[in-house]
């Protein structure tokens, strides 16, 4: 069974930075790209960027581009979000999510809520 | 960039048939695949509809999507409507290089 577990919620200061970690099982890690979506409370989904695990190779949408890294750690098969200087309106749910072949996102983590609050 | 623009929210009443738009704001409706996923409270996505008209195997037939490319956009049907289809649903496409979700919908059955 394919199984995306994310780290617990976080409460971040403005300006600060939060990183979120995504640890897969139940399939090759190196296999499929990683990606992470936002949703604020009440929004949509944005998506924000995403890592081949085989090379870490990236890819991040403009509106996070400069604010978002994303990594993989392919001894653990462990892909990190770190997104940095936080404000307001990065208090957000926070998904990974891996792409199949035929173009859906079909496995998500349960989510990572960080608050960010002075 | 594009775009892809939903209705904020639609109603229908348990049994009837409602259907959800998602239109492209540039590009054709047709050169990427859309998706569909439906969303309830504090859950993840799960996906609906790929490739614009394919189910998912667990997917009830009562979910059917399309493509209209004269109006540029995509469609989620719900037939039979019963009150556990109540949440938000949401489109997606892919164009290479940016991964697009519509704003969402959401559903209530009254």
């Known amino acids: 069974e394919v199984q995306l577990v994310q780290s617990g919620a976080e409460v971040k200061k403005p300006g600060a930075t939060v990183k979120i970690s995504c640890k897969v099982s139940?399939?090759?890690?190196?296999?499929?790209?990683m990606h992470w979506v936002q949703q604020a409370p009440g929004k949509g989904l944005q998506w924000m960027g995403l890592v081949d695990p085989e090379d870490g190779e990236t890819l991040y949408a403009e509106k996070f581009q400069g604010r978002v890294i994303i990594t993989a750690n392919t001894s653990i098969d462990t892909v990190y979000m770190d997104l940095s200087s936080l404000g307001s309106e990065d208090t957000a749910v926070y998904y990974c999510?891996?792409?199949?072949?035929?173009?859906?996102?079909?496995?998500w983590g349960q989510g990572t809520l960080v608050t960010v609050s002075s | 960039n594009f775009m892809l623009t939903q209705p904020h929210s639609v109603s229908e009443s348990p049994g009837r048939t409602v259907t959800i738009s998602c239109t492209r704001s540039s590009g054709s409706i047709a050169s990427n695949y859309v998706q569909w996923y439906q969303q309830r409270p504090a859950s993840s996505p799960t996906t609906l509809i790929y490739?614009?008209?394919?189910?998912p195997s667990g997917v009830p037939d009562r979910f059917s999507g399309s493509i209209d490319i004269s109006s540029n956009s995509a469609s989620l049907s719900i037939s039979g409507l019963k009150t556990e289809d109540e949440a938000d649903y949401y489109c997606h496409s892919f164009d290479g290089i940016n991964w697009v979700f519509g704003g969402g919908t959401k559903l209530t059955v009254l």
């Open positions: 999510a891996t792409v199949n072949p035929r173009g859906d996102f079909q496995h």
């Open positions: 490739e614009d008209n394919q189910r």
């Open positions: 139940g399939y090759t890690f190196s296999d499929y790209y």
